[in-house]
Every structure is written in C-alpha cells, then in structure tokens.
C-alpha cells in the first residue's frame, strides 16, 4: 500500500504530463523554486533553477543524458546559503541516494527542500546521446517504453545496465509511469509527511493505493539489471584472471630475491625515501 494519486494522461507524452505539474507548482506559488534539468541551445540538458513557468518549456526530466549529479549542485548551492522560501527538488534515484549521503554528512541542507524523485530507465553516454538527439528521436519517452515492455538497452551506460534503484529508496515524493493499454499515467507518491504537505498544496489528495502494476514492472527491470551485473562481473573476473596472475608472480619473484639475496637488505628508516633505505651487505 501507498499513499499516492494517479494523474491521468491519455495520448499525452509523459514529459508533458511533468510540464503541468512544474507548471502547477510554481503558478499556484506551491514552491517559488524547481531544481531540474532542462534543455541548452546545444539540444543537451543540465540542472538550474527554474522560477517561472515559461523556462518549465526547457524542462528535460525524462531525458536519458546526465551531465552532473544535482546532488553535488544542491551541495554548493544549500550548504552556505539554505533557500528561505520552499523549493522543489527533482532528482533521479542514484541522484536522491547521494543526496541522502551529502545530508548526513552536514553537506546539504534540508532547509525548505522538497525532494521530488523520478523513476529513472538509464542513461547514454554523451555520444550516444548526441547522435540519437540529432536523429530527431523522442529518446525519454523511447527509453520509458522500451523499459516498460522488458526491453534492454546495450547503449546505456555500463553504471545505469547494472543500476538496481530504478526508482528512489527515499523522497519526500517519488513519480513513476504507467502505460496500460497505451492510456499513459503518471504515480505521484508522498512519502513523507512533506510530500504530502506539497501534494495538499496542488490540491491531490492522496489515498492509499495498491500500486501491483508499477511495482511489479519496477521487479522486473530490477531482475533484469541483477543478471546484466553477474553478467558483467563474470566479464570482468574474465580479463583480469591474466594479469593478476603475472602481477602475482612479478611480486613473488621481488619478495623472494630481497628475502634470500645477502647483497641487499630493506631496512627502515623514517628519514629514507618512502621510509625505506637500501644498505648493501658487506
């Protein structure tokens, strides 16, 4: 069970469906600030401050490139100076988990911050991305599809094909998609006290809800994204047995002649080089 509310989309794409609902949060001065990525004039996206309605029309949630973690830009931007009016937070699961990390820390402040995360299918690598973008794909909303039909993308990047928080451990509001039967649908979930605060504010009254659907889609992505790291680690083991056994053996072959040579003995000295001295044996 969860408490959340679904936001009907229809034929809608589903960063359009996020549009109103930044839109909705800073015209109806929900927050007097949103943190989220958004287009640059080189068709790339990166974090900013978004305060007016009219810049949410760069807003680029869903698409799959990260320049930076927002966590670390929330990190320099709250740690000095906490905002003094509500903003909003949007961030992607591995970017709420080091956000959560930071706080302990002392790094960021929580001071008037709502954490909004999305669910997350991966992201390209910046070539990758570039020529998809130039190729005129609606790559976000191709990625979501992809995911929710079980489909698995070699191009992501390696971190994001053996990622297994597709969605959020922690926010104060986590969103995840839905698309049965072609009739898109947006899951906004208050998880917190705050969350549900902000959500009262946009004027949704969360319910409690069986959320089977998503969360089985969510176990399957997870299923998948467990094979590709054993996958991948098997791979690795793979490429490293050959020269692990030479590194093995190079060392082997130096301890031993130190050990039985009586012309060269290590001895300690704070003072030597490294702390080690070399003093032949007469």
């Known amino acids: 069970m969860a408490r959340a509310v679904f936001k009907e989309l229809g034929v809608k794409r589903f960063e359009e469906g996020l549009k109103e609902l930044w839109r909705q949060m800073l015209e109806g001065s929900a927050v007097g600030a949103i943190l989220l990525p958004v287009e640059l004039e080189s068709r790339l996206v990166a974090p900013a401050l978004v305060t007016g309605s009219a810049m949410v029309e760069r807003s680029r949630v869903l698409s799959p490139y990260m320049a930076t973690n927002s966590a670390r830009l929330l990190q320099m931007i709250t740690k000095t100076m906490p905002p003094t009016d509500r903003w ?22 929580q001071h008037n911050l709502t954490v909004i995360s999305v669910d997350c299918p991966g992201t390209y690598p910046l070539g990758e991305f570039k020529s998809l973008v130039e190729g005129g794909a609606d790559v976000g909303e191709q990625l979501l599809e992809n995911a929710a039909e079980g489909k698995r993308d070699q191009r992501l990047r390696e971190a994001c094909r053996t990622c297994v928080y597709p969605s959020a451990p922690w926010a104060d509001i986590k969103i995840g998609f839905l698309n049965p039967n072609g009739q898109k649908c947006l899951v906004i979930e208050a998880v917190t ?46 490429n490293l047995k050959g020269p692990e056994q030479i590194l093995a053996a190079c060392v082997l ?8 040579s009586n012309r060269l003995l290590l001895k300690w000295k704070p003072t030597g080089i490294w702390g080690w001295r070399r003093k032949r044996v007469r």
């Open 193 to 238: 006290e705050a969350g549900e605060e902000l959500m009262r504010r946009l004027g949704m009254q969360a319910g409690e809800i069986v959320l089977n659907h998503h969360s089985a889609l969510l176990d399957k992505i997870v299923a998948e994204r467990k094979k590709e790291e054993q996958q991948l680690l098997q791979e690795q083991q793979e």
């Open 88 to 109: 909003a937070v949007v961030l992607r699961p591995c970017e709420a988990r080091a956000a959560v990390e930071l706080c302990k820390l002392k790094q960021i402040s």
């Open 253 to 260: 072959s130096v301890i031993a002649k130190s050990a039985f």
